[in-house]
């Protein structure tokens, strides 16, 4: 019922204003229609002052509403992240100044310059100094801008520090894993055909010698303040992004072509709990690239913790290999060697893996 | 006195009927199947006309979810059944509309709606020619756009949906149907479309050059074509070398989708399905090959907007252009460029840095010429007496737009900056400022300033200071604020943010805009009203040359025929912008040249 109300509203509405605007036709041709071109003219000459002066105000008002909600209003999170504020706010001042000056300069042209039948018009077509200064003066600025980007376009897709810690990144329809290397820092092989996604989310190939100690997490990745990170991302089906917004970076993870990205995370979740006062914060993950009907709810989360905090942490990690094969975890063979079950348990644990390892085997050196 | 001139021109050549065809047209070939510019320009024009509108209805809605993400329109389940289940929108309708939206707005509205329109209708009447070099073609450009219509229209009905990925359809998600509903049949048809799309614009692209540089009247040369020619021409030159590109990637895509083929795919495991055997591709060849012809795209979709409102401004300032040859040189340099920059929009892909670098500057170099054409339009309003016509407002409200946006895309060029905004609100609130907004403001204002030519009649024009305000403090209400919610890294394409401690903060904020934009898409269907009531019961249009304007699609009479010029095709002795020159209002080109005249 509302709903045809608030359309016959509307027609209302547009009906009034054809009439009107109808009616003004008529009411120009009564009054001489140069005489009401005039005066039309006058309206918009003035509207376009108006527009100046309250676009202007807008944009300030706008700005104080919303600043406070943008990340300029916290510190960037890493030291990439403190560069690229720094360059914003340098590109922010130099086109603010650019906005403004050319704002000012169209509507005011608009209103000053509006129809007079004193004026006499400056036939003015070209002038060789004036062109030769305006596009000289955008390409030195510029150039500045590309010197100042490209250092740190260099900086940010350059080789991590060699004491940075390593995350494999996966993303997939709609999460994201993340995989440590354990006690020998060196990822297993992996090949997505023996992605199970039950226990080998990534398709880690188990008789991998570097395999075993592999860590699977999902959605909650944890990092160390101060320490360089370098994730290395990938996906599993379609293309995603990590979106790392605090940190301000991204990059995009395509099935079967690793990408990388590094950065120095300065702030532990906590502190910057505090900074933010808000009890909520997180360093969220994002999806920032279009992969399914699920793409807005694929979050994840960087908890950035101390050295001695992720030590405990990843002391409590199971290997996936022993989550895969419970029967190989040392730990729930005592408890079986108690009950008294041991043969059982090993011949078990004997033949499972044993049977797949052949085919992985032959599947990764096809790959290599 | 403003057409005694131009009716005195016109008679000087005489009647003798030379060059003009006598048709016996049936309402076929006249309204149908049409071989005539000026009504393949219209059909063009109101086909896009119809996209905008279902299109701009698209993003309404989507725009709903956005505002009133917990809210329920049972009235909205009652007309689209599934899609809004219980009332609520549902993520496989949300990005059915942005996708479709998108797609629509680009191909159909800014790119066959604008120089489709455009390009038809003043190529042959600028260049004083009776037609384009090929009609036949260029009938079939238009028929193979309206083809491309109805297969994109008739994928929103079929069961699994329209496609759903983003305009840009990048695979391996519009290459696997298992990742996505939208992806199954509603793909195929996307990608039929999109090359029957292709053709058209092949068809249009190629007869708009070969019009331009053969059919010229006497004395029109190069460099005294109109500035909206100008950019017609490059306008097509960048769509016939780009649109193939984009037709060749389509193929690959459709080889990967229905006949086994790796171009794209490569080590895929789907939720549900398993381990795909597709090894060796590469998802980022699509998006090399997509962006050669998008970003041409922008390209094609602005400059027939800069073109219009070069020469609307012109006279409407009743002063020249200024710089004629440094806006011929920046369009040039723009449209060379236009080729050069397309990995911009892949700085995140994991793009070798150097190959990055090289892109950074190239990017940039694209603002040196933008910079000297904002200068060159303030300078023409400069010391100008300026007639506020519907059409010049939204000459100015571009001009404004363009360096608005502009200036957002030295941050996005800038790969350093891009690696934060990249995918954000941002890059929506860049886009759609200059190249959404701005080209459809470019396209009003052709329309209000070339509606007395196309129909004998004026549109009203408080309907048009109406439209003209409402739209500019709208588009800057709508997309002002969305930088913000850029700043703050929170992604586009997103069908909902109550789940994101990042982004949340931003509720009241998404419903004003869609308030806002809801508000906006009323006051296009007031200009639709116009439009239309005009067509039929406008203002009858008594004088030759209502703009007082130099260029020779006003000299032809009221309602020209098909042919044209009744007489002979007049003379051009002067470049189009003498306006004030020597203290005369303005000198038609087919004025010639007096003995005591300055040089411009």
Same mark, same amino acid.
């Given at each position: 019922?509302?709903?045809?109300?608030?359309?016959?509203?509307?027609?209302?509405?547009?009906?009034?204003?054809?009439q009107?605007?109808?009616?003004?036709?008529?009411?120009?041709?009564?009054?001489?229609?140069?005489?009401s071109r005039?005066?039309?003219?006058?309206?918009?000459?003035?509207l376009?002052?108006?527009?100046?002066?309250?676009?202007?105000?807008?944009?300030?008002?706008?700005?104080?509403?919303?600043?406070?909600?943008?990340?300029?209003?916290?510190?960037?999170?890493?030291?990439q992240?403190?560069?690229?504020?720094q360059?914003?706010?340098?590109?922010?001042?130099?086109?603010?100044?650019?906005?403004?000056?050319?704002?000012?300069?169209?509507?005011?042209?608009?209103?000053k310059?509006?129809e007079?039948?004193?004026?006499?018009?400056?036939?003015?077509?070209?002038?060789?100094?004036?062109?030769?200064?305006?596009?000289?003066?955008p390409?030195?600025?510029?150039?500045?801008?590309?010197?100042?980007?490209?250092?740190?376009?260099?900086?940010f897709?350059?080789?991590?520090?060699?004491?940075?810690?390593?995350?494999?990144?996966?993303?997939?329809?709609f999460?994201?894993?993340?995989?440590?290397?354990?006690k020998?820092?060196?990822?297993?092989?992996?090949?997505?055909?023996?992605?199970?996604?039950?226990?080998?989310s990534?398709?880690?190939?188990?008789?991998?010698k570097y395999?075993?100690?592999?860590?699977?997490?999902e959605?909650t990745?944890?990092?160390?303040?101060?320490?360089p990170v370098k994730?290395?991302?990938?996906?599993?089906?379609?293309?995603?992004?990590?979106g790392?917004s605090?940190?301000?970076?991204?990059?995009?993870?395509?099935?079967?072509?690793?990408?990388?990205?590094?950065?120095?995370?300065?702030?532990?979740?906590?502190?910057?709990?505090?900074?933010?006062?808000?009890p909520?914060?997180?360093?969220?993950?994002?999806?920032?690239?279009m992969?399914?009907?699920?793409?807005?709810?694929?979050?994840?989360?960087?908890?950035?913790?101390?050295?001695?905090e992720y030590?405990?942490?990843?002391?409590?990690?199971?290997?996936?290999?022993?989550?895969a094969?419970?029967?190989?975890?040392?730990?729930?063979?005592?408890?079986?060697?108690?009950?008294?079950?041991?043969?059982?348990?090993?011949?078990?644990?004997?033949?499972?893996?044993?049977?797949?390892?052949?085919?992985?085997?032959?599947?990764?050196?096809?790959?290599? | 006195?403003?057409?005694?001139?131009a009716?005195?021109?016109?008679?000087?050549?005489?009647?003798?009927?030379?060059?003009?065809?006598?048709?016996?047209?049936?309402?076929?070939?006249k309204?149908?199947?049409?071989?005539?510019?000026?009504?393949?320009?219209?059909?063009?024009l109101?086909?896009?006309?119809?996209w905008?509108?279902?299109?701009?209805?698209?993003?309404?809605?989507?725009?709903?979810?956005?505002?009133?993400?917990?809210?329920?329109f049972?009235?909205?389940?009652?007309?689209?059944?599934?899609?809004?289940?219980?009332?609520?929108?549902?993520?496989?309708?949300?990005?059915?509309?942005? !996708?479709?939206?998108?797609? @629509? $707005?680009? +191909?159909? =509205? &800014?790119?066959?709606g /604008?120089?489709?329109?455009?390009?038809?209708?003043?190529?042959?009447?600028?260049?004083?020619?009776?037609?384009?070099?090929s009609?036949?073609m260029?009938?079939?450009?238009?028929?193979?756009?309206?083809?491309?219509s109805?297969?994109?229209?008739?994928?929103?009905?079929?069961?699994?949906?329209?496609?759903?990925?983003?305009?840009?359809?990048?695979?391996?998600?519009?290459?696997?149907?298992?990742?996505?509903?939208?992806?199954?049949?509603?793909?195929?048809?996307?990608i039929?479309?999109m090359?029957?799309?292709?053709?058209?614009?092949?068809?249009?692209?190629?007869?708009?050059i070969a019009?331009?540089?053969?059919?010229?009247?006497?004395?029109?040369?190069?460099t005294?074509?109109?500035?909206?020619?100008?950019?017609?021409f490059? !306008?097509?030159?960048?769509? @016939? $070398?780009? +649109?193939? =590109? &984009?037709?060749?990637? /389509?193929?690959?895509?459709?080889f990967?989708?229905?006949?086994?083929?790796?171009f794209?795919?490569?080590?895929?495991?789907?939720?549900g399905?398993?381990?795909?055997?597709?090894?060796?591709g590469?998802?980022?060849?699509?998006?090399?090959l997509f962006?050669?012809l998008?970003?041409?795209?922008?390209y094609?979709?602005?400059?027939?907007?800069?073109?219009?409102?070069?020469e609307i401004m012109?006279?409407?300032?009743?002063?020249?252009?200024?710089?004629?040859?440094?806006?011929?040189?920046?369009?040039?340099?723009?449209?060379?460029?236009?080729?050069?920059?397309?990995?911009h929009h892949?700085?995140?892909?994991?793009?070798?840095?150097?190959?990055?670098?090289v892109?950074?500057?190239?990017?940039?170099?694209?603002?040196?010429?933008?910079?000297?054409?904002?200068?060159?339009?303030?300078t023409?309003?400069?010391?100008g007496?300026i007639?506020?016509?519907?059409?010049?407002?939204?000459?100015?409200?571009?001009?404004?737009?363009?360096?608005?946006?502009?200036?957002?895309?030295?941050w996005?060029?800038?790969a350093?900056?891009?690696?934060?905004l990249?995918?954000?609100?941002?890059?929506?609130?860049?886009?759609?400022?200059?190249?959404?907004?701005?080209?459809?403001?470019?396209?009003?204002?052709g329309?209000?300033?070339?509606?007395?030519?196309?129909?004998?009649?004026?549109?009203n024009?408080?309907?048009?200071?109406?439209?003209?305000?409402?739209?500019?403090?709208g588009?800057y209400?709508?997309?002002?604020?969305?930088?913000y919610?850029?700043?703050?890294?929170?992604?586009?394409?997103?069908?909902d943010?109550?789940?994101?401690?990042?982004?949340?903060?931003?509720?009241?904020l998404?419903?004003?805009?869609?308030?806002?934009?809801?508000?906006?898409?009323?006051?296009?269907?007031?200009?639709?009203?116009?439009?239309?009531?005009?067509?039929?019961?406008g203002?009858?249009v008594?004088?030759?040359?209502?703009w007082?304007?130099?260029?020779?699609?006003?000299?032809?009479?009221?309602?020209?025929?098909?042919?044209?010029?009744?007489?002979?095709?007049?003379?051009?002795?002067?470049?189009?912008?003498d306006?004030?020159k020597?203290?005369?209002?303005?000198?038609?080109?087919?004025?010639?040249v007096?003995?005591?005249?300055?040089?411009h």
């Amino acid at each position: 019922m509302s709903l045809y109300l608030s359309i016959a509203i509307i027609a209302l509405i547009f009906v009034v204003i054809f009439q009107i605007a109808k009616a003004s036709e008529y009411v120009s041709i009564l009054k001489g229609e140069e005489n009401s071109r005039k005066q039309n003219n006058k309206i918009n000459g003035f509207l376009m002052f108006a527009f100046l002066v309250l676009g202007f105000i807008g944009v300030y008002v706008c700005n104080e509403y919303l600043f406070d909600k943008t990340l300029l209003a916290q510190p960037a999170a890493s030291v990439q992240g403190e560069k690229l504020d720094q360059m914003l706010w340098i590109t922010l001042a130099i086109t603010g100044a650019v906005f403004i000056a050319t704002q000012f300069l169209l509507f005011w042209f608009a209103y000053k310059y509006q129809e007079d039948e004193n004026r006499k018009v400056f036939f003015f077509a070209h002038s060789t100094k004036l062109e030769l200064i305006w596009t000289a003066i955008p390409a030195i600025t510029l150039t500045v801008l590309v010197v100042f980007g490209l250092r740190n376009w260099f900086f940010f897709t350059g080789d991590a520090p060699k004491n940075a810690m390593v995350v494999e990144v996966t993303g997939k329809q709609f999460g994201w894993i993340f995989r440590y290397s354990g006690k020998d820092a060196v990822f297993g092989k992996k090949y997505y055909k023996n992605i199970d996604p039950a226990t080998n989310s990534v398709g880690i190939i188990w008789d991998d010698k570097y395999a075993q100690d592999d860590i699977l997490t999902e959605q909650t990745m944890y990092v160390v303040k101060g320490q360089p990170v370098k994730l290395i991302i990938g996906s599993r089906d379609v293309i995603h992004d990590v979106g790392l917004s605090h940190f301000r970076l991204k990059m995009d993870a395509v099935p079967g072509i690793p990408t990388t990205m590094w950065f120095t995370p300065l702030y532990t979740t906590k502190e910057m709990r505090e900074k933010t006062g808000n009890p909520n914060f997180a360093y969220e993950i994002s999806c920032d690239q279009m992969c399914g009907n699920g793409h807005y709810s694929m979050k994840g989360i960087v908890e950035v913790v101390e050295q001695d905090e992720y030590d405990l942490w990843m002391a409590k990690q199971k290997a996936q290999y022993l989550v895969a094969f419970p029967e190989k975890d040392p730990e729930a063979a005592k408890a079986a060697d108690a009950e008294g079950k041991v043969n059982a348990a090993a011949t078990e644990a004997a033949k499972a893996p044993g049977a797949k390892k052949d085919s992985t085997a032959k599947k990764a050196t096809a790959k290599m | 006195m403003s057409h005694e001139a131009a009716l005195h021109t016109h008679e000087s050549h005489g009647h003798d009927d030379h060059g003009h065809h006598e048709h016996h047209d049936t309402f076929l070939t006249k309204y149908v199947f049409s071989q005539d510019h000026k009504m393949i320009a219209k059909q063009f024009l109101i086909t896009g006309m119809v996209w905008a509108v279902l299109g701009g209805l698209m993003s309404v809605l989507f725009r709903l979810q956005l505002g009133y993400p917990d809210a329920s329109f049972p009235w909205l389940e009652s007309i689209l059944g599934k899609w809004v289940k219980g009332g609520q929108i549902t993520p496989e309708a949300y990005y059915a509309l942005v !996708t479709t939206h998108g797609t @629509v $707005l680009v +191909f159909f =509205v &800014l790119t066959a709606g /604008l120089s489709g329109t455009f390009a038809n209708f003043l190529i042959p009447l600028q260049i004083g020619a009776r037609d384009m070099a090929s009609p036949f073609m260029n009938m079939l450009s238009y028929w193979f756009f309206f083809t491309a219509s109805i297969v994109m229209l008739s994928s929103m009905f079929v069961e699994t949906g329209p496609f759903s990925g983003g305009w840009t359809a990048y695979p391996p998600l519009s290459a696997l149907g298992d990742a996505s509903p939208g992806s199954k049949s509603g793909m195929d048809l996307w990608i039929i479309s999109m090359a029957l799309f292709v053709v058209s614009s092949l068809l249009g692209g190629l007869n708009y050059i070969a019009t331009i540089l053969n059919m010229r009247t006497k004395g029109m040369s190069m460099t005294r074509l109109p500035l909206t020619i100008w950019a017609l021409f490059f !306008t097509a030159v960048l769509g @016939v $070398l780009s +649109f193939p =590109v &984009l037709l060749s990637g /389509l193929i690959l895509l459709i080889f990967d989708r229905n006949f086994g083929t790796s171009f794209y795919l490569s080590d895929i495991f789907v939720n549900g399905v398993g381990a795909l055997s597709n090894e060796g591709g590469s998802a980022i060849l699509y998006q090399h090959l997509f962006w050669f012809l998008g970003h041409p795209e922008v390209y094609i979709i602005l400059l027939p907007a800069m073109g219009m409102v070069s020469e609307i401004m012109s006279v409407n300032s009743r002063k020249p252009i200024f710089g004629y040859m440094a806006m011929l040189g920046s369009l040039f340099s723009i449209a060379v460029l236009a080729f050069l920059v397309w990995a911009h929009h892949m700085f995140v892909t994991g793009l070798n840095p150097f190959l990055g670098s090289v892109f950074v500057l190239l990017t940039l170099l694209i603002a040196v010429p933008s910079a000297i054409k904002v200068f060159n339009w303030l300078t023409t309003l400069w010391r100008g007496n300026i007639r506020f016509t519907p059409g010049m407002l939204f000459s100015i409200g571009f001009v404004s737009l363009f360096i608005s946006g502009g200036l957002t895309g030295i941050w996005l060029g800038n790969a350093a900056l891009d690696i934060h905004l990249h995918d954000t609100y941002f890059v929506v609130a860049h886009f759609h400022i200059v190249m959404g907004v701005a080209s459809m403001f470019g396209m009003f204002a052709g329309v209000y300033h070339w509606f007395p030519k196309m129909y004998g009649r004026y549109l009203n024009n408080s309907l048009g200071y109406i439209h003209f305000w409402v739209t500019m403090a709208g588009a800057y209400l709508i997309f002002w604020p969305m930088h913000y919610e850029g700043l703050a890294g929170m992604p586009r394409r997103y069908f909902d943010f109550s789940i994101w401690e990042s982004f949340k903060q931003f509720a009241e904020l998404n419903k004003f805009i869609t308030i806002v934009s809801m508000i906006v898409f009323a006051t296009q269907i007031l200009f639709l009203i116009n439009f239309f009531y005009s067509v039929f019961k406008g203002r009858k249009v008594t004088t030759l040359n209502p703009w007082e304007s130099n260029t020779l699609e006003w000299t032809t009479p009221i309602n020209p025929g098909h042919g044209n010029w009744p007489g002979e095709i007049p003379e051009v002795h002067r470049w189009p912008y003498d306006y004030g020159k020597d203290g005369v209002d303005y000198i038609p080109q087919t004025t010639p040249v007096g003995e005591n005249e300055s040089s411009h």
